[in-house]
């Protein structure tokens, strides 16, 4: 369950192994794997509330976040008021990469630019646009590259970025680009995972095997 890379990922390899089933297809499903978003907090406790109804294991499966390297000028934050507040001094032009869910806080900072892309809520409900003082909506979908993203940034006159600790790659070439440019981040930590989560599809396929020869044996 999710919408999550890994989640399509997961699909893909169960059904090419001939074993991939949503919860109402099965009377006594092996397991419920919750391959939510990291941010996707409504997903993970459906997730939760199916493997209760239905008396399953439930697999999690988050991407771990991302570390921060060489040229990296990151702040990590909790919330999203505390971004709208970590931002340095001087750095007017902002682009902003939050669920739209994320966005209220920054109504309260009408003294900066916010350059938007965001998507609907962390989870399957859209949330709409908040009302913000200075702010421009992108909707350029990707795939993105690190080349073009800098490109961008340089183009909008970006002076620092906020955005979620996602992990994995689809999302990472805003931050690869804001390591080239020398660009303050500010970046939302997700949720912590929970005890016993696994980080990748293999790693929630080994798990799906050895609940398998539990039940045969």
């Given at each position: 369950?999710?919408?999550?890379?890994?989640?399509?990922?997961?699909?893909?390899?169960?059904?090419?192994?001939?074993?991939?089933?949503?919860?109402?297809?099965?009377?006594?499903?092996?397991?419920?794997?919750?391959?939510?978003?990291?941010?996707?907090?409504?997903?993970?406790?459906?997730?939760?509330?199916?493997?209760?109804?239905?008396?399953?294991?439930?697999?999690?499966?988050?991407?771990?976040?991302?570390?921060?390297?060489?040229?990296?000028?990151w702040?990590?934050?909790?919330?999203?008021?505390?971004?709208?507040?970590?931002?340095?001094a001087?750095?007017?032009?902002?682009?902003?990469?939050?669920?739209?869910?994320?966005?209220?806080?920054?109504?309260?900072?009408?003294?900066?630019?916010?350059?938007?892309?965001?998507?609907?809520?962390?989870?399957?409900?859209?949330?709409?646009?908040?009302?913000?003082?200075?702010?421009?909506?992108?909707?350029?979908?990707?795939?993105?590259?690190?080349?073009?993203?800098?490109?961008?940034?340089?183009?909008?006159?970006?002076?620092a970025?906020?955005?979620?600790?996602a992990?994995?790659?689809?999302?990472w070439?805003?931050?690869?680009?804001?390591?080239?440019?020398?660009?303050?981040?500010?970046?939302?930590?997700?949720?912590?995972?929970?005890?016993g989560?696994?980080?990748?599809?293999?790693?929630?396929?080994?798990?799906?095997?050895?609940?398998?020869?539990?039940?045969?044996?």
């Amino acid at each position: 369950m999710g919408d999550s890379s890994e989640a399509r990922a997961l699909i893909a390899a169960l059904t090419r192994l001939g074993c991939a089933a949503g919860p109402e297809a099965c009377d006594a499903p092996l397991a419920v794997v919750d391959a939510a978003h990291p941010f996707d907090r409504e997903g993970a406790r459906l997730a939760a509330a199916t493997a209760r109804r239905l008396g399953a294991p439930l697999v999690t499966l988050r991407r771990a976040p991302w570390l921060p390297g060489p040229g990296d000028r990151w702040r990590r934050v909790r919330s999203a008021r505390a971004a709208a507040l970590a931002l340095p001094a001087g750095a007017r032009r902002v682009f902003v990469a939050l669920g739209r869910d994320q966005l209220a806080p920054f109504a309260g900072r009408p003294d900066l630019t916010l350059l938007v892309r965001a998507r609907g809520a962390s989870g399957p409900a859209q949330a709409p646009r908040p009302r913000l003082a200075r702010a421009r909506f992108l909707t350029a979908p990707g795939p993105y590259t690190p080349a073009g993203e800098a490109r961008l940034f340089r183009a909008l006159g970006v002076q620092a970025l906020v955005a979620r600790n996602a992990g994995g790659p689809d999302a990472w070439p805003k931050m690869a680009a804001a390591r080239r440019l020398g660009l303050p981040v500010i970046l939302l930590e997700p949720p912590p995972a929970p005890p016993g989560a696994v980080r990748d599809v293999p790693a929630a396929l080994a798990a799906l095997d050895r609940l398998a020869g539990a039940a045969e044996s």
